[in-house]
């Protein structure tokens, strides 16, 4: 069965608002499209970009997610104290060095102190190394393989549905044998909750940032000495089918 990827994205003034893709059958295009649709068009957007693409190559299929740890703290300052120790154990990076990296997400990682178009990667000498600072990697070509069931899952656990892509994206990061750790926060300045992937866990922390910050972004640590133009290959272009999610 031949697969597409159909991404929407939403833009104002030229600046990304907000986006989703599924993978799916060529029958279902026009569903997507309009479950999509309506999903964004709540949004303040001047422009809609849809994208869709044949799947050139198989896709990966994964049973499970990671499994979800739900932890929540009383502010953002401890919950970054834990996230840090987490990325810590895996890492080996200095308390210090991980801080220095979660305070340029919350301020603003990209050179022009915005947000990046996608996830800061560093290496476990703390260096940064995406080819381009201002747009990082983005992660894509990932999605469930029978989707309603999975978000109605997620549902009936008190998640939503933003919980259910962002598990999704970051499982399919972890799949990468160099990719050792996630650190997540939204730019939305009213959604507060984050999280740290691992090999083992997805840990979901509330809040991980502070109310009202625009700031938000990604960053992958890997491996020293991995292969960048692979690992770029492997999270934009290497299709991702999860069967079911972890809990
Ligand atoms: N942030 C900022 N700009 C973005 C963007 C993002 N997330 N996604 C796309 N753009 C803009 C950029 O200008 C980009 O150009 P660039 O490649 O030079 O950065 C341009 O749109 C074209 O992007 P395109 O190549 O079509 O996007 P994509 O194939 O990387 O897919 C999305 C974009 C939005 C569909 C993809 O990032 C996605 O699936 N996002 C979902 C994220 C998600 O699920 N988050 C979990 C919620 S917690
Ligand atoms: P979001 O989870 O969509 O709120 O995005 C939070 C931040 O993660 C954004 O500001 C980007 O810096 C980064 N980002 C967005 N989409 C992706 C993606 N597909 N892959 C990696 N990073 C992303």
Redesign the pocket.
Known sequence: MKLFSV???A?KDGK?IS???RITPHEEINTVINQLYHRLSHKEFDSI?I?IDILKEKPLLVEKTLPIVNLTFKDHKKANKTAVQIIQKQTGLSEEKIKQLIDLIHSGASPDGE?M??AMIVDLSGNRLEKDQF?GV?T?HVDYLERDKIIQKLIKKGFTE?TA??I??TTKNMLHKDIIAEY?I?DEPDYLTGYISTKEAYYRLTPLKEKGNKKGGRIYFIKNGADIDEIYRFL?EKPVLIKDVNM
Do not use: M, P, Q, V
């Open positions: 991404k929407l994205r833009s990304h986006g989703a893709e970009n994208k947000n178009r996608g747009r983005r894509t933003r892509d962002a999704a994206l997540c939204s934009e």
